[in-house]
């Protein structure tokens, strides 16, 4: 098949570039390659590769800098989709998209999950841009999936267990305070990546929910992670009124895979499972990076 990926250069865009390209035709694209928000660019691109699935990867996603970038937040998670949609429908290509739990306003008990059809409220500048892109992408190509995940990490790019490492190490008498009070699932990005491999074959459409099995807090993943890590550390749970961010965060932001398991497709693993993997797989390289 042949595969276009948007935004190849971010986190969850390098591994499904890696992975897919061992059954596909894959032309991964990072941003500088090509700008989503620019039609023109995505036609040429379109036009020239004639690809059958498009994934799209790329995205704004500082939560907190989207408060005061609404514009450009908006541009790119809303708006960019929406012309990847058209431009896709044009040429009858497939379109997976990636979402967020952040559509959710996660007031709902822990640990009571968010289903696919359940109603959306954004609490952010950034949820609200990316609901913006799903209802884009459903308005102008009707072969669409949606995929909504959540809490990523992985190898490439910065993320939250990536800065719980570095924290660790820079001062390892220091006492880490981590938030104890948002819910959710820890998601590598290279199972993801796998789990769209799985998706690419499959006629599944419409909007999924793809996260790793099982929820934690912050503090519960940290906690995971430091000690797969076999690092020193001193960790305690705190209330997430001791960081305010710009941007309100679900704190509840577990989501259920419901879609994918009726349709038996479901490949993601628990998250602990997977964070202790990742830890092993890459420990030298982590500690590397981080020190
Ligand atoms: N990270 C999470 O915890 C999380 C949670 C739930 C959902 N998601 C969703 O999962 C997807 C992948 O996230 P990720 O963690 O892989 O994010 P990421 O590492 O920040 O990657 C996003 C990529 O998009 C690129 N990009 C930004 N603006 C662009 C534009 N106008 N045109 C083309 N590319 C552009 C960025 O390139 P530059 O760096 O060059 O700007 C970056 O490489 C996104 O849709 C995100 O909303 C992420």
Redesign the pocket.
């Known amino acids: 098949m042949r595969v276009l990926i948007?935004?190849?250069?971010?986190?969850?865009?390098?591994d499904c570039a890696e992975l897919l390209a061992e059954a596909h035709t894959v032309l991964g694209?990072?941003?500088?390659r090509?700008?989503?928000?620019?039609r023109d660019q995505v036609r040429t691109v379109l036009q020239d590769f004639r690809p059958e699935t498009l994934i799209?990867?790329?995205?704004?996603?500082?939560v907190d800098r989207c408060e005061s970038e609404q514009e450009r937040c908006m541009?790119?998670?809303g708006a960019?989709p929406g012309i990847l949609a058209a431009e896709c429908a044009l040429i009858s290509c497939r379109m997976i998209?990636?979402?967020?739990?952040?559509v959710f306003n996660g007031r709902r008990p822990v640990p009571k999950p968010w289903h696919e059809d359940d109603p959306v409220e954004p609490l952010s500048a950034?949820g609200r841009s990316?609901l913006a892109g799903e209802e884009a992408v459903r308005q102008r190509l009707q072969d669409h999936l949606i995929i909504?995940?959540?809490?990523?990490?992985?190898l490439?790019?910065?993320?939250?267990l990536k800065t719980m490492l570095r924290l660790a190490l820079s001062d390892p008498g220091r006492t880490l305070r981590v938030v104890d009070d948002q819910h959710g699932a820890l998601?590598w990005?290279r199972r993801l990546a796998k789990q769209i491999t799985l998706l690419l074959d499959s006629e599944i459409s419409g909007t999924i929910h793809a996260t790793a099995a099982g929820h934690c807090s912050w503090y519960e993943g940290a906690r995971c992670f430091l000690e797969a890590m076999q690092v020193p550390f001193s960790i305690q749970p705190c209330d997430s009124s001791e960081y305010p961010t710009p941007a309100h965060r679900p704190r509840n932001s577990i989501l259920a895979n419901t879609r994918l398991q009726k349709a038996g497709l479901d490949r993601m693993v628990a998250w602990d499972e997977d964070v202790v993997r990742f830890a092993q797989r890459h420990r030298d390289r982590l500690l590397a990076e981080a020190r």
Do not use: E, M
């Open positions: 948007t935004g190849s250069g971010g986190q969850l865009g390098r694209l990072p941003s500088a090509l700008d989503i928000t620019s799209n990867c790329a995205a704004y996603t500082a541009a790119v998670n960019g998209h990636i979402s967020t739990d952040y950034y990316k909504r995940t959540a809490w990523l990490y992985g490439h790019g910065p993320n939250f998601t990005s």
